[in-house]
T-cell receptor, first 114, second 112 residues
């Protein structure tokens, strides 16, 4: 059974810092991995999706990498801003195919101090 | 940009009552999902739906739950007799033929 872990549960950094959020998963047979952002009490906004054949994806100040064989992904946020404060979730889709369910980590709650 | 919508945003109900949570997926999407997130816990899968039938369901999705696509646009989750532990945020998601799932804003269900 796939397990997705995100450690630490919370992180507080000063504005302007570059930071890395980690995600690990136990079963490397994945189809893709997605990073989501969740603001308090709100829905899930997809940030980046990495296919299993890819090593990284970039969108603006965000860069996500994937090392499937070691079961790890990182989300790099450059020059963090207070508006980046939110919970960041990673989720994996198994290699059984796109019709499968996502398995989520518990998320990392990021606070960027002005 | 098209998005998944969900109504209501917040539903309060008494234990034992039936609730229906509504979702309007993105119009050309073919696959539909319900997930839930109990406060402070992980987002967890409930059910997937394709071609007017359930593709997969989790062990959470027992006989108290049902899903329906009553017309060409809506996708509903019904909980027949709500329990306190059903209190959670319920998310609908949909996707086209590709693998990326698009999530709605969620319905917060509070069971008293």
């Amino acid at each position: 059974k796939q397990e997705v872990t995100q450690i630490p549960a919370a992180l507080s950094v000063p504005e302007g810092e570059n930071l890395v959020l980690n995600c690990s998963f136990t079963d490397s047979a994945i189809y893709n991995l997605q990073w989501f952002r969740q603001d308090p009490g709100k829905g899930l906004t997809s940030l980046l999706l990495i296919q299993s054949s890819q090593r990284e994806q970039t969108s603006g100040r965000l860069n996500a990498s994937l090392d499937k064989s070691s079961g790890r992904s990182t989300l790099y946020i450059a020059a963090s801003q207070p508006g980046d404060s939110a919970t960041y979730l990673c989720a994996v889709l198994p290699s059984t195919g796109a019709n499968s369910k996502l398995t989520f980590g518990k998320g990392i709650t990021l606070s960027v101090r002005p | 940009e098209p998005e998944v919508t969900q109504t209501p945003s917040h539903q309060v109900t008494q234990m034992g009552q039936e609730v229906i949570l509504r979702c309007v997926p993105i119009s050309n999407h073919l696959y539909f999902y319900w997930y839930r997130q109990i406060l402070g816990q992980k987002v967890e899968f409930l059910v997937s739906f394709y071609n007017n039938e359930i593709s997969e369901k989790s062990e959470i999705f027992d006989d108290q739950f049902s899903v329906e696509r009553p017309d060409g646009s809506n996708f509903t989750l019904k909980i027949r007799s709500t329990k306190l532990e059903d209190s959670a945020m319920y998310f609908c998601a949909s996707r086209p033929g590709t693998a990326s799932q698009y999530f709605g804003p969620g319905t917060r269900l509070t069971v008293l």
